[in-house]
């Protein structure tokens, strides 16, 4: 099954996260970080810029928001390190992956009047912090083995030439998977939470296995594979594509 086909089966993303920790599911004999999703769960994807100097307020953070995101059911799983930014601006520390039991709770939560101030000190306590959420629709088991790396790619589609980055990407995720690699999760409809109030969501999250990270690179930097590259570029008004490492 090509991504393309494959690209409304919904997987992954998004609110409130690197933020409040609680312990991350993983094997430690086999070195890897498995984390499951009920349907009607929130799936969230986090990305920081986080500075140390700012750690004080980080914890003031913690300490305030921390207890009562937890009494609402939200649960950090896991933490995804990105190793390079390999396309785009945008370089964040980890990605850090969450949820809450439903969209009702998460809701709720962001309801109190406490939900203001964690709002406004979350942008004093990070340089960036984007936040995607995902309503899941069916069981999903997202697992990371550290042997293996990942690409994590954001897409915003050009709505002008969207088939340019559907053809790209399904060509990426058929070279990850020539390679020995698989795909791992593919999301849409993702709600963007950001210190910009104007951003835009991206409409494609993808997340796929590698061998290595040279195998990534070996694929962006082919010959063969400029004329995808220019499709990507034509099909999107940005992309970010990072490769990242679980932490167990």
């Not at 914890?59 to 933490?79: I, S």
């Not at 340019?164 to 698989?182: E, H, R, V």
């Amino acid at each position: 099954m090509s991504l393309n086909s494959m690209k409304f089966m919904a997987l992954s993303f998004g609110l409130l996260s690197v933020l409040f920790a609680s312990p991350v599911i993983a094997n430690e004999k086999e070195k890897t970080l498995s984390v499951h999703f009920n349907p009607g769960a929130v799936m969230q994807l986090i990305a920081p810029v986080t500075e140390a100097e700012k750690r004080p307020l980080r914890d003031k953070y913690f300490e305030l928001g921390a207890p009562t995101a937890r009494e609402y059911g939200y649960t950090q799983n896991g933490v995804l390190v990105v190793e390079k930014t390999l396309i785009g601006t945008f370089s964040p520390n980890v990605f850090v992956v969450s949820q809450w039991p439903s969209l009702n709770a998460q809701k709720s939560f962001q309801s109190l009047p406490l939900f203001s101030e964690i709002k406004a000190l979350r942008r004093e306590a990070w340089e960036a912090l984007k936040l995607y959420d995902y309503e899941v629709t069916k069981p999903t088991t997202l697992t990371f083995s550290t042997d293996k790396i990942y690409s994590i790619s954001l897409a915003w589609v050009n709505p002008k030439a969207p088939n340019n980055y559907y053809d790209f990407i399904d060509s990426f995720a058929k070279k990850a998977q020539a390679l020995g690699g698989k795909v791992i999760s593919i999301t849409q409809d993702i709600s963007l939470s950001d210190h910009n109030p104007y951003a835009v969501a991206p409409q494609q999250i993808v997340i796929l296995e590698w061998n290595s990270a040279n195998d990534i690179e070996a694929v962006l930097a082919s010959s063969e594979y400029a004329a995808q590259l220019e499709k990507l570029k034509n099909g999107t008004v940005n992309f970010e594509l990072h490769a990242v490492r679980p932490r167990v």
